[in-house]
Every structure is written in C-alpha cells, then in structure tokens.
C-alpha cells in the first residue's frame, strides 16, 4: 500500500468503497412490510449510543454532528454505554419509546444487543453501527477493514522481527466482533513467519492503564519478548508506557490500531511502532449523512432487505509515512 496519505487519496479511497455497498436495499412494496413513514416532519431526534467515552467514538460523534447541525431540525445526541451492554439495551429502550429518528451505534456486545436492534427495526427505526457490527441485520455498518488491515500488521511486524521472536497480543474482551477480526487477521498475516511465537493473548479491555498492569506481569513471567500487538491504540500505548519505564523502548516492536493523534504523535516520537489507521471523524460524517437521507425520506428500517456496508481505507503507519497525516486528519 502506498506511503502517500492525503486528504484526496484517502476520500477517493472512501467514495469508491462507498458507492453500491453502503446503498441499503429497501422495497416498501415488499409484503408484509410497513410503509415508508412521513415524507416530511417539522424536527428530528437522533441519538449515538457509544461503547464508552473514548477518543474513537468522540471523534465518530464530531463528525456525525458536524454533518447534522447543517440542518436547523434534527437534535442530536451523545449517550454512554458505559461498557456494559445492560445500560446499552436501557438507551436503546428509552430511544425506541421517544421514537427517534435514527440510531448510532457501537455495541458493546454484537449478540447481547442484537434484540434491541430488531426492536428498533420492528418500530421502523433505523440503526447504523459504527466500527463494530451486530449479528442482528440493520440499516447500515460503517467501519475500516479489521480483518485485511490486521493481516498487513502482522505482516510488517513479521519483516521488522527478521521472521523470529516472541509476540504478546493485548486484546480486547470477549463478544465483540472486531475482536476476532483483528486477532485473526493479525495470526494470518504471522503465518509466513513460523519462527514468530504467539506466546500470550490476554484481554487488557481496552484500556491504557489495564494494559500497563498486563504488559508488566506478562514481562515479569517472560522476559523474552519481542514483539507486542494492541489491539487499539489505547492498549499499544499502554505497552509504551511499560517499555519506556524499562528502558525497553526501540527493543520491543509494538503495533495498534485506529490511529488516533497519540498514537501518531509516539510513532513520531520513535515510540510506537506503528497503527493501522483510518479517519474515524470522516466515518461519523459517513454515518450521519445516511441517517438523515433515510431520516428525512421517511423510510422505515423495516423496508430494508438487505444490511448497508460502508467499508472505510485504512493506511499502515510507521515512522517512515505519519508525517503524511495532516492536521486536518488526524483525530
């Protein structure tokens, strides 16, 4: 993949992914399917139902806001799900029974949520999922490529290792789905290093600091490590931390994933290795311009035959290529 990022390449890279996938498949004629509702309304209500507070979903609730507060009528909203899925179903209720227009979406559990999603299908509304998708159709999904963008960093690290050594991987909590996409696509990309050991895979849920306190008791039992991947960037950092107090910085290769602006700013600092990144502030704006096309054109989600997939690029970043990230890109 090239080393050339810029605002152009990365946005045609977006339009082309986006043109057929991301259209949803609807037919209100279809039988047993509701009409379309209302052509036209006075106001709107739309409502994101984030995992947790964190720099990915601030950036993805940016960008939805900065397509929405164009139209004077739709009100919008930030809520937290506080990282469980019990608070998520409770928003996704009160949601459903105001009668909301659209929900964003980033499940804490892609099956636990799934009742709720079709709950909110059955009232017509239409729910986008963010990064993380659902077992349970919906409107549309709008994420980067987990699984191929894992393969690539696995396949850097593999070369930065000279093909041997002995890896960590510090992921997140079982039930999610991008979880396995972005280990197993990490041990694909491994594969054509058998001398590369994956020697520990704990979850580290993540977080920072829970991924410090990991780190440090995996290296306190194997002091042979070469090579760590964090599954977000938050997790990877959290191993730059421990490698810094260690004076293991430069020693140990570390990778993330979603490239937000500290995990930038350590690869330019020689810390981090590297990230898988994509601009998550563009994936909001994504997101939030599908809502208000099937919003304001009244049309139900129980029309849709088919889920809407927008799949964003994703660029692996090293020392070598951050600095092709501008300002205006980074999140």
């Given at each position: ?300 989600a129980q029309a849709f035959q088919n889920q809407g997939h927008l799949l964003m690029p994703y660029f692996i970043l090293t020392k070598e290529n951050v600095g092709q990230i501008q300002d205006n890109q980074r999140w």
């Amino acid at each position: 993949m090239s080393n050339q990022v810029t605002r152009r390449t990365f946005l045609k890279s977006a339009t082309v992914a986006a043109v057929a996938p991301v259209v949803p498949t609807f037919d209100v004629h279809q039988p047993g399917v509701r009409p379309a509702r209302a052509m036209a309304k006075d106001s709107y209500k739309m409502v994101f139902i984030q995992f947790m507070p964190h720099t990915v979903p601030a950036a993805w609730s940016k960008g939805i806001e900065d397509v929405l507060k164009v139209q004077a009528n739709v009100d919008y909203q930030l809520l937290d799900g506080q990282a469980k899925v019990d608070t998520q179903i409770t928003l996704m209720d009160t949601a459903i029974n105001q009668a909301v227009d659209a929900i964003f979406l980033q499940p804490v559990d892609s099956v636990a949520v799934g009742p709720s999603i079709k709950k909110a299908k059955d009232a017509g509304i239409p729910v986008i999922t963010l990064n993380i998708d659902s077992t349970e159709p919906h409107a549309a999904h709008v994420e980067m490529n987990h699984y191929y963008g894992a393969i690539d960093i696995g396949k850097k690290m593999g070369e930065m290792l000279g093909g041997k050594g002995n890896v960590v991987i510090l992921n997140a909590p079982p039930g999610i789905i991008i979880r396995d996409q972005r280990t197993n696509g990490f041990k694909d990309g491994l594969k054509n290093y058998p001398n590369i050991k994956i020697v520990a895979d704990q979850a580290a849920d993540w977080d920072r600091k829970k991924a410090q306190d990991v780190l440090s008791a995996l290296m306190a039992a194997n002091k042979d490590i070469q090579g760590v991947y964090g599954v977000n960037d938050s997790m990877a950092l959290g191993a730059v931390d421990v490698l810094k107090a260690a004076g293991q910085i430069g020693k140990v290769i570390v990778f993330g994933n979603d490239g937000e602006k500290d995990a930038l700013e350590s690869i330019a600092a020689g810390e981090l290795t590297g990230t898988q990144y994509t601009d998550v502030y563009q994936q909001g704006r994504f997101a939030a311009s599908i809502a208000t096309a099937l919003a304001t054109g009244g049309v139900s989600a129980q029309a849709f035959q088919n889920q809407g997939h927008l799949l964003m690029p994703y660029f692996i970043l090293t020392k070598e290529n951050v600095g092709q990230i501008q300002d205006n890109q980074r999140w």
